[in-house]
């Protein structure tokens, strides 16, 4: 009768930490989540390839829908307060206070989206999913 194997496994070398919050929020300011240096964007929404400051890669994050749901999330929320308190409150002509919630629609979703598509890249930095776990 042989004995079971009782080694213990092979110690492993601990990953480096990757804070989540610092991450999140160099991607907010569209900094790259490791050096908090280099863009992370080329052009409105393309994330770079590598960093140019820490060569850190970045090609392969998956934000996917993620940012524009919580864009939506957020400026729906802001929009539906706005026109409650601004009906109760003012009640202003229907077309004037139509096309200032278009104008404020438009303009917080563009000034949101690339920052939350940021935010979500620097999550999964930090939490290194997506292939983001090769390099320390």
């Known amino acids: 009768m042989t004995q079971p194997d009782t080694q213990l496994p092979k110690a492993t070398v601990p990953a ?5 919050k610092p991450a999140m929020l160099n991607g907010y300011r569209q900094k ?3 050096c908090g240096e280099g863009q992370l964007f080329t052009g409105y929404l393309k994330v770079v390839d590598t960093c140019a400051v ?8 998956r934000a996917d829908d993620g940012p524009a749901y919580l864009t939506i999330l957020v400026v729906g929320h802001v929009l539906a307060i706005l026109m409650h308190v601004g009906f109760t409150q003012f009640r202003p002509n229907p077309m004037v206070f139509a096309t200032v919630l278009t104008i404020v629609c438009v303009a917080l979703s563009l000034y949101l989206l690339p920052r939350l598509k940021g935010v979500i890249v620097g999550i999964q930095w930090a939490r290194r999913m997506h292939g983001f776990g090769h390099k320390a």
Do not use: E, S
Not at 16 to 20: K, S
Not at 54 to 61: A, E, G, W
């Open 16 to 20: 480096v930490d990757r804070p989540t």
């Open 32 to 34: 790259c989540p490791n």
């Open 54 to 61: 820490c060569d850190q890669d970045l090609h392969h994050h």
